[in-house]
């Protein structure tokens, strides 16, 4: 127990000084490395074989929002034959699956209108951009045939801009001058016996190696010191016969390297969701509900349908709406509410007070892009830089460089990607104001061809989306009201990526999805 215990202590040490990734392979050095979790069960989509032992039928099902998770409802009823039809609020399905191109138009919760003027070929992923390899979405993809490519998620050669610094840092020096210092010291305590209480002399002795690697410091008879190696870059890139190439000078003190701050931004390459390969649809993520909206058949599918009210009644379930300046309705056997909980929330309903209760704790979170497309890819040609995101502390956040177009004419960057108090300082701005702040950053960072080359920009504050109203939620997992709408209400199965451990995600969404298809149809087969 007091070895268990002790070396728990130096682990978490590990981890406050090095972050996840030399916690993880320290782990590994001391073979205490976590195991992986059993899979979970595959999902039995629904089909119409299905019915032929029970003499039960189909039944008519009305899904309410056309984004990721009512496609995809409606998409896995449809193979068993149930009758769906989907209602969307906006002029185009997908939710927060928006893709940019030339001739886009979107209006605001403020009455402004963007109109996008980006060349052909050139694209903004408005909402979601990139696809996990574990993520069930690339299964819709395979199946949908919805051909898909690499997302640079993590580039060495991207930047890392902190205001207080003055100057940009690429990622692989900042990371090899980090790891360094956080080795030396490390190795430094070990080696004088400072946790000889916590490890036993295997254990040193195998920290020790690692470290010596993981760092790039020296042994023991340097003192362990970390001087920095080529990891940290080129002043001029290795070339022919006895060109060794010109490594950067430096590193920097210790202090200064610690002072910088670039450290905080290292971990969200090890996130699960985040690590390397990723992957983006071809031609735009958009691909994605345009593959499900054409499997599910166009006719199904009605736009610029305003949900007015949901009628649950003792056979099924009624719906109004306002579409073309008049109020419908639509009487269905069940309902699949896949609105963002907030906006279900303003719906009127007879679900019971309980549910009106759930739908209103999901705090929302706001979100916003720019897109900015340049004359040339001045990213790639001065500064090598192959896709990729740029870490800043200023309130753009992340400059992301596009993955996709490599070596073409023009390309896209997109300028900033920030969520809260930052994504709403910018949604409060006019589009115009927004992109002169963000060119204004990004020429901190990038010099004045950051505004000299830009061609068109198109920006969104998910906030202030209509029929959205947020980027994503925070769900109160396990609390008694998320629990409650993982239950029908009546004849009302809710689902979207808000009922998921993937909130944000489309894999949320589809696998929301799923389970709320599985539950419909088992109590279809079970009556």
Known sequence: MRESVSRRRFLQSVGVSGGAGALFATMGALGLAPAAAAPAPPFDPPRKSDFSLTGRSAKRVVILGGGIAGLAAAYELGKAGYDCTILEARGVAGGRNLTVRGGTT??????????????????????????????VTLDYCRELGVPIEPFVNANADA?????????????????????????????????????DGQLTATDKERVLSFLQSFGAIGGRTAGWEYQGTNRRGYASYPGAGNDAGTPLDGPAALADVFASNVGRYFSFEFGYDQAMMMFQPVG???????????AIGAGRIRLGAEITAVTDKPDGVEVTYRREGRTRT??????????PPHLMARIPHNLGTAVQSA??????????????EYAGRWWENDLRIYGGITETDLDVSHIWYPSTGFHADRGLIVGYYNTGANARAYGSLTPEQRLLR???????IHGEKYRSELTHSFSIAWHRTRYLEGAWTSPPWGSAGYNLLLQPAGHVHFAGDWLSHEVAWQHGAFVSARAAVTALHQRVLAH
């Open 438 to 444: 963000a060119v204004e950053q990004g020429v901190k």
């Open 159 to 195: 930047l890392i801009y902190n205001e207080a610094n003055g100057k940009p840092v690429r990622y692989r020096t900042a990371k090899a001058d980090v790891y360094g210092y956080v080795s030396e010291l490390l190795a430094k305590a070990t080696d004088q016996g400072a946790l």
């Open 359 to 372: 739908l209103g704790s999901f705090p929302v979170t706001a979100s916003g892009k720019i897109g900015l």
């Open 284 to 294: 735009g993520m958009d691909r994605i509900p345009y593959a499900l909206s054409r």
């Open 106 to 135: 979107e209006t605001d919760l403020d009455g402004q209108t963007q109109r996008a003027s980006f060349s052909p070929g050139i694209y903004l992923n408005a909402g979601p951009a990139r696809i996990a390899q574990w993520m």
């Open 330 to 339: 639509i009487e269905a056997d069940f309902c699949v509410a896949a609105l």
